[in-house]
Nanobody
Framework: VQLVESGGGLVQPGGSLTLSCAAS????????MSWYRQAPGKERELVAA????????NYADSVKGRFTISRDNAKNTVYLQMNSLKREDTAVYYC?????WGQGTLVTVSS
């Protein structure tokens, strides 16, 4: 089982980024997926989650209206579209699914 995140980087406040998480080694379409993040000195927190068929999503209050989680079961990939980024969104973002964590991708929001 493997989850590989990509798409992190440096972005200015107000900018956008899309993270991707490519899954392998399990029946992706059968499992819900989620994104977490961990900022320096803080605990890891749930950002967004999506059901196995993509029909149900939920978000942390801090990102509602700015972030969108989606998935493509044909590509075994889950996405996190992040808009209107704020400095406080700076963190390592992790994909989670099938009891497995990805290695994380760093998002830095700074001018």
């Amino acid at each position: 089982v493997q989850l590989v995140e990509s798409g992190g980087g440096l972005v200015q406040p107000g900018g956008s980024l899309t993270l991707s998480c490519a899954a392998s080694g399990f029946t992706f379409r059968s499992y819900g997926m989620s994104w977490y993040r961990q900022a320096p000195g803080k605990e890891r927190e749930l950002v967004a989650a999506i059901s196995s068929d993509g029909g149900s999503t939920n978000y942390a209050d801090s990102v509602k209206g700015r972030f969108t989680i989606s998935r493509d079961n044909a590509k075994n990939t889950v996405y996190l579209q992040m808009n209107s980024l704020k400095r406080e969104d700076t963190a390592v973002y992790y994909c989670k699914g099938f009891y497995t964590w990805g290695q994380g991708t760093l998002v830095t929001v700074s001018s």
